[in-house]
């Protein structure tokens, strides 16, 4: 029987050093530590022992991309960046406390990380705080007042909490500071149609939102809905306007009743408009 040492020395000629990484950590045959580089250090993995993170694509065969969490000897930067990432992996995968946990980690390491709050601020979004998620969105902006993701999601967890004045202002402060980002007009046509009903301010953000990305299923849809609804109120005046007959000044009770109920619609500048690629926070709508 070949010896542990013949036996790796094969299989790097055989398949080079990726595929001896790759190999390494398949087999549990006494094989206990080996090395891993990367372009910025160098960490000693022990392996089975730890945490094993893929920060790529997660694939436990990209070995060249493994890194063990719990090893001492990581550097407070390596660390930090591992917990961020092991985070973003079980938020994609839903575990949103064992996510929570690992932000949290990575936050006593550098608490003034606008990106971390952020993060943080997804998760309580997701459980329905959204008290919290706005404060922690909040203190992600204070750390990063042009962080456009954290507007955005504060502008949402406004929304949520029916706190319709200021969601619109952050809607609007979003599109300006992103405004070929079609999401953020998405989002702002969500929060007329859904939240104000205000169909007219719904429909100039779709189409604006459409013009940037043609493929919104729901925009293109709510747009659709939108136009049923002007076509069947013009039918419902037209009908009662002729049930009166010549003789009734309906014009000037018309425009009256319009001076009184017209909505304030966005001007054309104030709706310009995004999420991170990273943790994208779900829809509120």
């Known amino acids: 029987m070949k010896s542990p040492i013949t036996f790796f020395i094969g299989c790097i000629l055989a398949f080079g050093l990726s595929g001896w990484l790759s190999i390494a950590l398949a087999s549990t045959s006494g094989i206990e530590e080996y090395a891993s580089q990367t372009p910025?250090?160098?960490i000693a993995l022990k392996w089975p022992r730890g945490s094993l993170i893929f920060p790529a694509t997660n694939d436990p065969t990209k070995a060249n991309e493994v890194f063990l969490l719990n090893e001492p000897s990581t550097a407070g930067s390596d660390l930090l960046s591992l917990h961020q990432h092991l985070g973003l992996q079980l938020f994609s995968r839903k575990k949103y406390r064992q996510a929570k946990v690992e932000y949290l980690k990575a936050l006593k390491l550098k608490p003034n990380t606008p990106a971390i709050h952020k993060n943080l601020g997804l998760i309580y979004f997701i459980s329905k705080n959204y008290k919290r998620a706005e404060r922690?969105?909040?203190?992600?902006?204070?750390?990063?007042?042009?962080y456009t993701p954290a507007l955005a999601n504060l502008a949402l967890s406004l929304a949520a909490q029916n706190k319709?004045?200021?969601?619109?202002?952050?809607?609007?402060?979003?599109?300006?500071?992103?405004?070929s980002k079609a999401e953020h007009y998405l989002n702002l046509g969500h929060f007329y149609y859904y939240l104000k009903k205000d169909y007219r301010g719904a429909k100039n953000s779709y189409k604006k939102a459409l013009k940037l990305n043609s493929r919104l299923i729901k925009a293109k849809n709510n747009l659709r809905d939108i136009d049923r609804k002007f076509r069947k109120w013009k039918d419902q005046e037209s009908t009662f306007e002729s049930s009166w007959g010549s003789d009734f000044d309906y014009d000037s009770s018309k425009s009256t009743e319009k001076l009184e109920l017209a909505p304030i619609y966005p001007e054309e500048e104030d709706i310009a408009g995004a999420l991170d690629k990273g943790n994208v926070q779900p829809p509120l709508f």
């Not at 922690?136 to 042009?146: H, I, S, V």
């Not at 319709?164 to 405004?179: G, H, M, N």
Request: no cysteine.
């Open 40 to 42: 910025e250090s160098s």
């Open 136 to 146: 922690a969105y909040r203190k992600a902006l204070q750390l990063n007042p042009g």
């Open 164 to 179: 319709y004045t200021s969601a619109e202002r952050k809607f609007k402060q979003a599109i300006r500071a992103e405004p």
